[in-house]
Nanobody
C-alpha cells in the first residue's frame, strides 16, 4: 500500500521558518520525482517546489524562489521543504506528491499520477502578519 505522509506544519508569524517533511512507504521512492503543492483558501492547488529522483533538478514557483528549498533523502524515503521568511500569502495546506512531472530544466512541475496514496493528506501552514 503506497502512502505519503506530511508533517511539520503549524501556525507561524511572517518572517519565521518551517521545515516540512514527507515520508513515503510502499513505493520505490528513489525512482520518483517528488513535489510539494499547496492550496490556499478559495484557490486551486499549485506546484510550489519539485525535485527529480536524484535531486539534480528542481522547480520553484516564482513566489517562493530564494525563500524555499526542496531536498530529499532517498536513504530515508523522505522529502523536505525548508521554508524561510514565510509570508501571509504562503498560507495554505501543503501536500506531498509522488511521481510528479517536471519540465525540461525544471521549467515546470505538475501532478501526473492519480494513483491512490501518491498524494498526501496535507499539512496546514497558517502564516499571520
Amino acid at each position: 500500500q503506497v502512502q505519503v505522509v506530511e508533517s511539520g506544519g503549524g501556525s507561524v508569524q511572517a518572517g519565521e521558518s518551517l521545515r516540512l517533511s514527507c515520508t513515503a512507504s510502499g513505493l520505490r521512492f528513489d525512482v520518483y520525482h517528488m513535489g510539494w503543492f499547496r492550496q490556499a483558501p478559495g484557490k486551486d492547488d499549485e506546484a510550489v517546489a519539485c525535485i527529480t529522483w536524484l535531486g539534480r533538478t528542481t522547480y520553484y514557483v516564482d513566489s517562493v524562489k530564494g525563500r524555499f528549498t526542496i531536498s530529499r533523502d532517498n536513504a530515508k524515503n523522505t522529502l523536505y521543504l525548508q521554508m524561510n521568511n514565510l509570508k501571509p500569502d504562503d498560507t495554505g495546506t501543503y501536500y506531498c506528491a509522488a511521481d510528479v512531472g517536471l519540465g525540461a530544466g525544471g521549467s515546470s512541475c505538475s501532478r501526473t499520477s492519480q494513483k491512490a496514496g501518491y498524494w498526501g493528506q496535507g499539512t496546514q501552514v497558517p502564516v499571520s502578519s
